[in-house]
């Protein structure tokens, strides 16, 4: 299915099957495939297989896409429940209740979390009224962009948008709420390798910008929020004290955070959790000798079809795992849900450039990155190129049945029948603001409304694509010459990192260019 070699495979094999270590990476593009979960899955089966786990040079690192994601995850931030407790675990549910003092059915937990991707289908239907945005950018993030502002700019949706930008999706706001960025507040960190770090106020944020805690922090006290004995519900009125509570919250999970503090993480180059009475400088490796979380009565989940996404119970997973051992699920390959045809024959991938990070509301800021990618281009193999007669650098429109987008070709390395758009070019930067002035610059004008059953992850590499010229771009793309984006083609002017490593270019060559 993917032009690789047999050969190629056999010798990864004997490659991993000879290892004495194994480390095996994964990142963000990863997830956003067709079959992801089920892709990641095979990974770790990879590393299971081989016994490649809780011991010094192995590991696996399912990596996220966003700083502090792993707190994210970790916190119960991206719908689930925090310390990674078990929505379908009634004593999971009764441990978190006490912790909060509430009552266990005030915890919704009759379902599996509502995932953004369904989230967003509500609020076009009507049912979700009010939807409160932090510290992300679906107006630009999400697939197939033109439904995506049609429901954001709905009347009946009252958006409150939190950010330290004017993003286009808070463009489309009814009330925007500036927030502190990283150097402007403290928090701590966690690294996927479970390495949490402290991050202390550097500068005062300007003007009426607030961190996010002190924010959420004042809602709820607007909202007037009380646990059972009508004592406020968070109890916390700083970053510390929050980690205090974070702290009893997470005690006994598996991202145990009771044995740390402020104090212990000042200083340092940081501490991996678990922390415990047992551990009190940190755990350096987990799984050591086969000891996995996967306990019925432990597991942060029962898991999921591969295929269809359906959860499964406690009795299904308990006659599949009575004694917690690391499962093993096999998949098979499904085609994608849109496939290439005649009028669309190119499958299109999105993804991310080194220069520019998620929707460059912070980046394109930075005169450096913007000048080393400072507009979106549109990548295709030489051969498909050589068919059509194009060349480096002619303005391209690219199409699927959701939008249009122009942008300059880049011959590059990549498989033939492909197309590659980086995501990161929204409008903040254009006239239109929040939308297109005419033509489409990003990615997700293209993209179709589809995700992972299992994970939920919206798909952005299995889009059909259709790509036409419109003429000479005049010169080459100004895609970045650095990485995989660069050209197989001479005569393209090498990336450079805009007028800060021009002076410093300078400066070394003596005034040479």
């Known amino acids: 299915m993917c032009d690789v070699p047999a050969e190629d495979i056999r010798a990864a094999a004997r490659i991993i099957g000879h290892a004495q270590r194994l480390l095996s990476t994964v990142l963000q593009g990863f997830y956003q495939s067709h ?116 429901i954001l700019a709905q009347e009946r949706l009252f958006l409150v948008v939190q950010d330290i930008f004017l993003s286009e999706t808070a463009q489309l706001a009814d009330v925007v709420l500036p927030a502190a960025t990283w150097g402007e507040k403290t928090g701590t960190f966690t690294n996927v390798d ?59 999970r598996p991202c145990d955070y009771s044995g740390l503090s402020y104090d212990k993480l000042r200083g340092g180059s940081g501490i991996q959790w678990p922390v415990t009475e047992d551990a009190p400088d940190g755990t350096q490796h987990i799984y050591v000798d086969g000891q996995f979380w996967a306990q019925p009565e432990y597991c942060e989940s029962y898991g999921r079809d591969l295929v269809t996404g359906a959860a499964l119970d406690e009795t299904e997973y308990r006659a599949l795992n009575p004694t917690g051992r690391a499962v093993l699920k096999a998949a098979e390959y499904l085609p994608p849900h849109e496939l290439v045809s005649e009028e669309y024959p190119f499958q299109l991938i999105t993804g991310r450039t080194l220069y520019h990070f998620h929707t460059r509301t912070k980046t394109g800021r930075a005169p450096q990155l913007q000048a080393a990618a400072p507009e979106v281009w549109v990548e295709m193999s030489a051969s498909d190129v050589a068919d059509r007669g194009w060349a480096e650098g002619d303005l391209l429109e690219l199409r699927t049945p959701r939008g249009r987008v122009e942008a300059k070709l880049r011959i590059s390395g990549i498989r033939p029948g492909v197309l590659f758009l980086p995501f ?73 990192g805009g007028p800060a490593a021009e002076a410093v270019e300078e400066l070394a060559t003596g005034g040479a260019r």
């Open 424 to 496: 990161h070019y929204g409008y903040w930067d254009e006239p239109g603001g929040h939308e297109p002035d005419g033509f489409g610059r990003a990615a997700n004008e293209l993209t179709l409304t589809d995700w992972d059953p299992c994970s939920k992850q919206p798909i952005f590499k299995t889009a059909a694509a259709a790509a036409d010229r419109l003429g000479s771009g005049d010169g080459p793309s100004a895609a970045p010459t650095t990485t995989s984006s660069r050209p197989v083609t001479g005569d393209v002017p090498p990336t450079r």
């Open 35 to 150: 079959q992801a979960t089920a892709a990641a899955v095979q990974v770790n089966n990879i590393n299971v297989v081989r016994g490649m786990l809780g011991r010094p040079g192995c590991g696996i690192l399912q990596m996220n896409g966003q700083p502090t994601a792993q707190n994210t995850r970790e916190a119960g931030a991206d719908g689930d429940l925090p310390a990674f407790r078990n929505w379908s675990n009634d004593s999971h549910i009764k441990d978190l209740a006490r912790i909060w003092n509430v009552d266990p059915m005030d915890i919704p937990h009759y379902s599996p979390p509502t995932h953004a991707m369904q989230m967003f289908r509500y609020a076009e239907e009507g049912s979700i009224r009010f939807l409160y945005v932090t510290a992300t950018n679906p107006a630009v993030s999400l697939p197939e962009l033109a439904r995506i502002r049609e």
């Open 194 to 252: 479970r390495t949490v770090h402290l991050s202390e106020k550097a500068v005062e944020p300007p003007g009426e910008a607030r961190a996010d805690l002190d924010i959420l922090i004042d809602f709820a006290r607007r909202l007037d929020l009380r646990d059972k004995d009508g004592a406020p519900l968070v109890k916390w009125s700083d970053p510390e004290g929050a980690f205090e509570g974070w702290k009893e919250c997470s005690k006994g």
